[in-house]
């Protein structure tokens, strides 16, 4: 590499090939010198720390395997919920969406101490009913302690105060009362477009179960999801706890 | 289970922090239930049971419940399908780490194809011996079910965990798990997946010792130079694999450190035990390459006196030669590697001071994060989500519009299309002769000319109608039906002498032949 140019142009390579997920430095000369240089190299290392916290990106993680970026909140690099499916802009399908994605990463990460593994491991594939069950399973389980409870209001409905799992439950219901495979189908789709989008996003590879399809996470996919359950989704989960009893106020 | 490879597991334990490798305490048992003897808790019981449970005794337990998967391999072997029932499950699972671990470390690590070929000839000598017919595909289902059963496919690749009982400090009986792994698929630099050992697996393979790596390495290689040196050469090439065996999990060893240090800094002491660990590496490493280096030498010295004729002994000490070679390669990387360690801390410390750390404890993300959401009302949920969403796919890259590149897009030229090659189909020129040619000559003729004779269109049924009236014999009406046939169906079209169209609705009336009516042409070509 020569070093005629600024560092900061070197910094600036590097996180382009950091936004190519697919990109290797083992078979990339200019990404393996970069990364070697970020290891090794304690000023290009704060350029790189520098650039990218001002472009509002983390840097999870680097290694020969290449570098792990994750957008920052309101960054411009964030993808936004509603553009996970574009031409939805209902809250119901974003909430779902969400819902999905929550329910893949516990799906390949079903235990806390997971999350603590070695990301080289690759954990085993998961498929859209092993996805579909984490949620049903809960969702029913809610389902049942709420029996008895007063049905939420008319009101509550309209301005949002439902619970989630009950838009989850009532999808399901809705179409099924029409056609019950097809209702099947229904929900499993969310999650199946859930993990056909990340595929697109380098986090998943298709891979076959016998005859089934199913989804392989990238290395990638599980560096982001384990750096990240600790901050983002734990601070999630501590405000979820920290929050009101969920029907009370919170009209906004 | 000798008590040696017993303290060689202890010492992976100990030195193993990490996750997988130490066991939990997952579940106190009240003493009343778990006390086999139903002895009672206090002062003198404890004496009694603390002084009776001896430390060593759940060390060695533990590195016995380490063999229960390939023992349950074994016991598999019983109720496999019944078409794998010959192959022996606990010999192939240990050739599955034999060929895994000799390759640990190198460019090309073991992967899925890597195991198959070590396993063709393998699976293929025990089909004979049951005199059942060597099979790929039985090949890869039987490898299938020893991967799938070494990677605990069948508890979504968690790591295995076993239970046992042990008497703690205050004499109590208590429940603890240990869970570990022996093989898992790793994620390479290149992209593909390779099938890599743990530690665990490491040393259960090797059945070490009871000695530090370090010494039973220097204990290997003085075997090979003293084999050398007195002429018994395969059993030098058998004590140069050891050797090797040694160089491999020292090198693991190592890297494991230079591993955790540069995923998270605060799993590894670098006050005390990294350091020393590392500086006596160094020390041995600079020893054994000395040692290494005289046995290549005395090896290539053999080789040089030693007479053609001796060719078993020649390879043998070739052999040697070749392995210890792979030695010095690896202790010569390893070194470099050993050289920088205290670089990767000291870097390692400063990257990862700024990296967004991991809270503790770390979430169960269906019950920690997924539930609480499910019972949030929507629209809250909704406005977490815009927050906790993005880490999951990724940085998405924003598209800029630039001006000028529209402008040159939309200006640019034609771009000039390549001249198409005209694809030449090559006819098969006998694909229609060749149903014609069993007839006679005269008799393809005489059909021919009746077709040709037709004015214009004609339909078959009428054609045939002349055909009898004018006495022809029937193989002329069979070669007329046969062309009719050829100009009507698809693939023949362009090549038949015929061109044939379907009159719907129209019998064909012939005490010959029957089906729907065709209207025939006769075209140019001539068959």
């Known amino acids: 590499m020569t070093s005629q140019r600024d560092p900061v142009w070197y910094a600036g390579r590097l996180v382009q090939w950091g936004l190519r997920p697919l990109a290797r430095p083992a078979q990339e000369a200019e990404y393996r010198e970069l990364v070697e240089r970020y290891f090794n190299d304690s000023l290009f290392r704060t350029t790189v720390r520098e650039l990218t916290d001002g472009l509002g990106l983390h840097v999870l993680d680097a290694s020969e395997h290449g570098v792990v970026l994750a957008p920052q909140d309101e960054s411009i690099f964030a993808l936004k919920p509603a553009d996970f499916r574009p031409g939805s802009s209902k809250v119901d399908d974003r909430l779902l969406d969400g819902l999905a994605q929550i329910a893949i990463a516990a799906t390949v990460f079903p235990r806390a101490r997971d999350l603590d593994e070695d990301p080289d491991i690759v954990r085993a594939p998961v498929t859209v009913d092993e996805v579909e069950a984490v949620l049903r399973v809960l969702c029913e389980r809610l389902s049942v302690e709420a029996r008895g409870a007063p049905d939420p209001n008319a009101s509550d409905e309209n301005r949002g105060l439902v619970e989630a799992w009950r838009v989850y439950l009532q999808r399901l219901d809705t179409i099924e009362t029409r056609d019950s495979r097809k209702a099947m189908r229904a929900t499993r789709r969310i999650i199946e477009y859930s993990l056909d989008r990340l595929r697109d996003f380098g986090c998943f590879t298709q891979v076959r179960q016998g005859s089934e399809p199913a989804w392989q996470p990238t290395r990638r996919y599980q560096v982001m999801v384990q750096q990240l359950a600790g901050t983002v989704l734990f601070q999630i989960a501590r405000e979820t706890l920290d929050a009101p009893s969920p029907l009370a106020g919170d009209a906004t | ?527």
């Open chain 2, 1 to 527: 289970m000798t008590e040696a490879s017993a303290a060689s597991m202890n010492d992976s334990g100990e030195a193993g922090e990490r996750p997988g490798v130490d066991f939990a305490v997952l579940d106190s048992v009240a003493p009343g239930d778990a006390s086999p003897t139903g002895r009672a808790s206090g002062p003198a019981g404890v004496d009694s049971v603390g002084d009776g449970w001896p430390i060593d005794l759940t060390r060695r337990l533990r590195v016995l419940l380490h063999t229960l998967p390939l023992d349950g391999m074994r016991r598999g072997d019983a109720i496999r399908d019944a078409e794998l029932r010959h192959y022996d499950g606990l010999v192939l699972a240990l050739r599955v780490l034999d060929v895994v671990i000799d390759r640990l470390g190198l460019e090309a690590e073991a992967d899925r194809e890597v195991v198959t070929r070590a396993f063709r000839p393998v699976l293929s000598a025990m089909d004979d011996a049951a005199s059942v017919p060597v099979s790929p595909k039985r090949h890869e289902w039987m490898l299938d079910k020893l991967l799938g059963g070494l990677r605990n496919d069948g508890d979504a690749r968690r790591p295995f965990r076993e239970e046992y009982t042990a008497i703690d400090d205050d004499g109590q009986a208590q429940r603890h798990a240990l869970e570990f792994r022996l093989l898992f698929d790793a994620f390479h630099p290149s992209g593909r997946t390779v099938l890599r050992p743990s530690a665990e697996a490491c040393n259960l393979y090797l059945g070490l010792l009871d000695l530090d790596v370090e010494d039973a390495q220097a204990a290997a290689e003085a075997v090979v130079e003293s084999q050398l040196a007195r002429g018994r050469f395969d059993e030098a090439v058998h004590s140069a694999r050891q050797a090797r065996i040694q160089s491999v999990r020292f090198r693991d060893k190592v890297l494991q450190i230079l591993r955790d240090t540069r995923r998270d800094v605060d799993r590894v002491d670098w006050k005390v035990e990294a350091p020393r660990t590392l500086n006596e590496s160094l020390a041995h490493l600079e020893r054994r390459v000395a040692v290494e280096r005289g046995i290549l030498g005395a090896a290539d010295e053999r080789l040089e006196i030693m007479p053609d004729e001796e060719a078993g002994s020649r390879r043998a000490v070739a052999q040697v030669a070749d392995l210890t070679r792979d030695c010095l390669l690896r202790h010569a990387e390893l070194h470099e590697q050993l050289i920088g360690a205290r670089n990767v801390f000291l870097d390692s410390q400063a990257r990862q001071a700024f990296a967004p750390k991991p809270s503790r404890p770390l979430p169960d993300l269906a019950d920690d994060v997924l539930e609480p959401l499910l019972r949030m009302p929507i629209t809250r949920a909704d406005r977490l989500f815009k927050r906790g969403f993005p880490p999951f796919a990724g940085p998405r890259v924003p598209v800029l519009a630039s001006l000028e590149g529209l402008v040159s897009w939309m200006l640019q030229p034609r771009r000039p299309q390549p001249r198409q090659e005209i694809p030449v189909e090559p006819i098969d020129a006998t694909d229609l002769d060749a149903e014609l040619r069993r007839y006679p000559l005269e008799v393809r003729v005489a059909a021919e000319a009746l077709i040709n004779g037709a004015d214009g269109e004609v339909r078959l049924s009428r054609l045939l109608e002349t055909a009898r009236a004018s006495q022809a014999p029937s193989a002329v009406l069979e070669v007329i039906a046969l062309l009719a046939l050829q100009g009507f169906a698809t693939e023949d079209r362009d090549t038949a002498g015929v061109a044939a169209e379907l009159l719907v609705g129209e019998r064909l009336e012939d005490p010959l032949l029957y089906g729907d009516d065709l209207l025939l042409s006769a075209v140019g070509r001539h068959g």
